[in-house]
């Protein structure tokens, strides 16, 4: 039996009918044609799936639709702005901290969250909060650094 | 200055917005209309005669479209190397390991496909089992494969110089072991296959995979097609790494499920199935046995090892050989004896990971040098530095290094304050827990050889220039899996045709569009480097010779720069051509004015006079490789090297150990783009610290899988990694383009040593089990404690 919730995605906000055990990742995934937020696992333990739920960086895996009902998400796909990259979106592509891109869009929600609640983190804060978005090409290096060099642009 | 203007930069990737945006699509985020899912039925035991197969509830099960088993997809058989084609689509007599697939089911949508899957009956006798590679070639064990006597799948036996000679002239003799876990890739992305079928019987494949034309190759084989009616198309790929070079199952069953609906399917696997598919990193029992002069020259190398690969041959030929054959270099060694066996094991097949077959390998030999410099009183690096070899040598092996940067590498680590700081404690152990280690590497820069016998190239390029003019396309079927390929061919395009990157587009990893065998073996800046720079020169020729002619001057007084046709011979009057072009774009803006001839107008003239402007490149290595029996694999054209130092601090109570910091210097020829150098250096160290220190395949008294997750099965996360420092350098390979060769595996060759070569220096004691684990660890100490007390 389908549940009609309101859900707000990138700022725009719809009715859906849901059946109750999809997961919001599902939802954006298939529903949606949000696809680039990504399934690693399914389990919780990649954070390839990672948005923000009312701000709060969420493994969407782990989530249930009904439970985003009322709620704001926030996708990789509401980072840039009238075509333009944001600037951790732009530092993650001058720095090289893409490879194969697949962890990119939850590392990337991850870094939002960080620099929304601590704009100027140290190394150790940065590699604190993205230790649950594993990448597997880039040794974590170059994502360490585009982050900073995002906060060090932040205004 | 440099004197190119794209090359050797740190261009951003071409890929990197759409990948920063959502934007780029793998294989799981594709859709097609009447889309089917499917699913796999895997094995839950280990080794059993499967007596019967009933699908009956399975196909009556509403919303199921098909169910297929060995008798729909047939028996015959396929693998990677043809010497050894021992998979079939599906099990037919036996399964082999707790995964193996039996049967798949497309369906309307996962859930149904799922539950139609587990309506499928099979009936097993159960096997003995045999999980321990180290036993398999014993007399008495369960068999595998009729094929594979005393669960031998292959074995080399190699000798080259005399190592007892070797011996003869050795002043210290040391024999060390050193055994690892098998690894998983651990590539973000699951497989992913999607298929489709037209009316005129062609089938095209979507995977996520590194080797479309291998994918081709073995769809059109197994499931009885032309090949030419077979496309593989490459999306997006989250990582590969090795495992997902070879055809899978899943593959071959989605296009299976394809051509028996009618209907589009796609099966994506979950992390459990890529656990449990494997492919990755075999099992390495490896025994050396080395010798040195006095003044630390090496003697020789006895080497004994035993491959556990798991259930199939997969790509475990040529690991087997690497394994021996890359310990030819990039050290100076006459003598050299090797044994490999690679046995088959009901687990999981391994096949390719970064570094192939000899990782471990290296990392006991490495060990080895540490060793023999203590007992000698030297300092490793010194010792290393007194054998290694230059450019210009053989190894024993028959391999040329035509360019070797090693000791430059080795230099670049040694100079580093770290290990200053260590030469200045005069080698000595320290009480803090702290330690330092180097170690080297030695890897292929592409194989030398096709996977199957031919005289095809490797790869071709095709390079065409828009007929509007303004800017090219390239063509290729090279695979970028994340490691940057696309972002190579198109510098290399700009570069030679002098034009920015955005007008130079990419499409690629389609096996319609060109040959290329793949990413593997760290072969692609290399071989598809030198494709992509011919067809560029010959599109440019064509361009020259086209404006050339219409002026009345020689060709070679004309160049293409900076988006312009470029007189080499003083001022040329272009306002004929420029007229022509401007009466053809009445109404247009952005016109071009200036005194120069642009690109755009220069490419759209061209078309004018001749027609498609299409220029093709290709490439194949010469002939490499001595003559003995399995000389073909370990060649290359050219070899990287590595060096590389780590610093780890050990809590002496706990064995916790923290790698604090890792400083490699690869010698990748030239670096065509210095950002995706670093990274594949920095993406290498941390594979090869995951395999040195946390990273092992868990296995029960059933053969199945424990930890076959992201949780339990641990790769280091951004708090486990320390700062990782990339050192370029550049020895100018010849058979490079541009100079050009690999980084993308040898850079992982010396990770595992050196974190090992540091644990010893921090806590005094070896241990010979990957990975290091705080237990072993601890109990090695207190071992030494004990000893001492």
């Known amino acids: ?155 | 200055m440099s004197k190119y203007r794209i090359l050797n930069t740190r261009a951003p990737r071409v890929d990197a917005v759409d990948k920063a945006t959502g934007k780029a699509l793998y294989t799981d985020d594709l859709k097609r209309p009447t889309m089917l899912t499917g699913a796999i039925l895997h094995s839950p035991v280990a080794h059993a005669r499967i007596l019967n197969i009933d699908t009956s509830r399975a196909e009556r099960l509403p919303g199921v479209k098909a169910v297929v088993t060995n008798r729909e997809a047939g028996t015959t058989p396929y693998g990677v190397s043809p010497a050894r084609y021992d998979e079939t689509i599906f099990c037919h007599d036996k399964v082999r390991y707790v995964g193996d697939e039996i049967a798949a089911v497309a369906a309307v949508d996962l859930d149904t496909a799922l539950e139609a899957v587990s309506l499928i009956k099979v009936d097993f006798e159960e096997l003995p089992t045999i999980l321990d590679g180290r036993a398999a070639m014993d007399e008495g064990q369960p068999q595998l494969h009729e094929i594979y006597k005393n669960n031998i799948c292959a074995e080399v036996h190699w000798h080259f110089g005399d190592i007892e000679e070797g011996r003869q002239d050795s002043f210290l003799v040391r024999t060390d072991r050193l055994t690892s876990k098998m690894q998983d890739a651990a590539f973000m992305e699951p497989q992913s296959v999607l298929a489709e079928t037209d009316s005129h019987g062609n089938l095209t494949a979507w995977s996520s995979t590194q080797a479309p034309h291998y994918v081709q190759r073995t769809l059109a084989m197994a499931l009885g097609l032309p090949l030419h009616k077979v496309r593989v198309i490459k999306p997006a790929v989250g990582g590969g790494f090795g495992p997902k070079a070879s055809c899978s199952t899943a593959e071959l069953a989605t296009c299976l499920l394809a051509l028996k609906t009618g209907q589009p399917v796609k099966l994506t696997f979950d992390r459990e199935q890529v656990f449990l598919h494997s492919r990755a990193r075999h099992q390495f029992f490896h025994t050396m046995t080395t010798g040195v002069k006095r003044d630390g020259r090496l003697t020789f190398l006895e080497h004994r090892c035993i491959l556990d690969g798991g259930a199939y041959a997969s790509f475990g030929i040529a690991a087997i050989y690497y394994t021996g054959s890359l310990l030819g270099g990039p050290y100076r060694l006459k003598n050299m004896k090797y044994d490999g066996y690679r046995v088959v094991t009901n687990k999981p097949a391994c096949g390719a990971q970064r570094g192939h077959g000899a990782v471990i390998a290296r990392a006991l030999f490495e060990v080895q040098l540490d060793r023999i410099a203590e007992e000698l009183g030297m300092d490793p690096i010194e010792l290393r530095l007194k054998n290694v070899m230059e450019a210009g040598e053989t190894t024993c092996n028959e391999l040329f290094v035509s360019s070797f940067g090693m000791r430059e590498a080795l230099q670049a680590v040694r100079d580093s304050t770290a290990w200053k700081k260590k030469r200045s404690l005069g080698g000595k152990t320290r009480s803090d827990g702290k330690g330092i280690g180097a170690a080297c590497g030695f890897f292929v820069s592409g194989a030398g050889y096709p996977i199957y016998r031919s005289r095809t190239y490797h790869c071709t390029v095709i390079t065409k220039v828009d007929e509007v003019g303004g800017g090219v396309t390239v063509s290729s079927g090279a695979a970028d899996i994340g490691q940057g390929s696309d972002t190579v061919l198109a510098m290399i395009t700009a570069e030679e045709l002098g034009l920015s990157l955005d007008d130079v587009r990419v499409v690629s990893g389609d096996s319609s569009l060109s040959v290329d065998l793949g990413a593997y073996s760290s072969r692609t800046t290399l071989m598809t480097g030198h494709a992509c720079r011919e067809a560029a020169l010959d599109a440019k020729r064509q361009i020259l010779e086209s404006i050339a002619g219409t002026l009345g001057v020689p060709p070679e007084t004309l160049d293409l720069r900076d988006g312009q046709l470029v007189s080499l011979a003083g001022e040329i009057d272009f306002s004929e051509l420029r007229k022509e072009y401007l009466q053809e774009h009445k109404g247009f803006t952005d016109l071009p004015d200036g005194p120069q001839l642009t690109f755009r107008e220069a490419s759209r003239i061209a078309f004018l006079e001749r027609g498609a402007i299409v220029g093709t490149g290709k490439y194949r290595p010469p002939p490499l490789g001595g003559s003995f029996k399995g000389a073909a694999v370990g060649t290359s054209p050219a070899f990287g090297c590595s060096a590389q130092i780590a610093e780890v601090s050990v809590d002496l109570e706990t064995g916790q150990i923290t790698v604090e910091h890792i400083t490699g210097a690869h010698d990748c020829g030239f670096a065509i783009n210095v950002t995706q150098v670093e990274g594949q250096m920095q993406g290498s160290m941390m594979m090869g610290m995951g395999e040195a220190l946390m990273e092992q395949i868990i296995y029960d008294k059933k053969g199945r899988i424990v930890n076959a997750n992201l949780a339990e099965y641990k790769i280091p996360t951004a708090l486990d990694m320390p700062h990782l420092d990339a050192i370029i350098v550049e020895s100018n390979e010849p058979h490079g383009p541009y100079g050009a060769k690999e980084v993308g595996e040898g850079a992982i060759m010396p990770v595992i040593p050196s974190i090992l070569n540091a644990i010893y220096d921090a806590t005094g004691v070896r241990i010979d089990e990957l990975p290091v684990t705080p237990e072993r660890l601890v109990e090695a100490m207190q071992a030494k404690r004990d000893k001492r007390s």
Do not use: H, W
């Open chain 1, 1 to 155: 039996m389908k549940k009609i919730i309101s859900l707000t995605v990138n700022g725009v906000t719809s009715d859906l009918a849901v059946e109750p055990r999809r997961t919001l990742l599902e939802l954006l995934r298939d529903d949606l044609g949000l696809t680039g937020t990504k399934k690693g696992c399914g389990i919780g333990d990649c954070g390839a799936c990672t948005v923000l739920l009312d701000g709060v960086a969420t493994f969407s895996c782990l989530t249930l639709a009904i439970q985003a009902d009322g709620c704001s998400v926030e996708t990789v796909e509401g980072l840039a702005k009238d075509g333009k990259l944001n600037r951790l979106q732009q530092a993650f592509v001058n720095q090289g901290a893409i490879q194969c891109g697949f962890c990119t869009p939850g590392m990337l929600m991850m870094a939002t969250e960080l620099l929304r609640r601590n704009p100027q983190p140290s190394e150790l804060d940065i590699r604190r909060e993205i230790s649950g978005n594993l990448c597997r090409c880039t040794g974590y290096q170059k994502i360490v650094e585009a982050i900073q060099v995002a906060s060090e642009e932040t205004p």
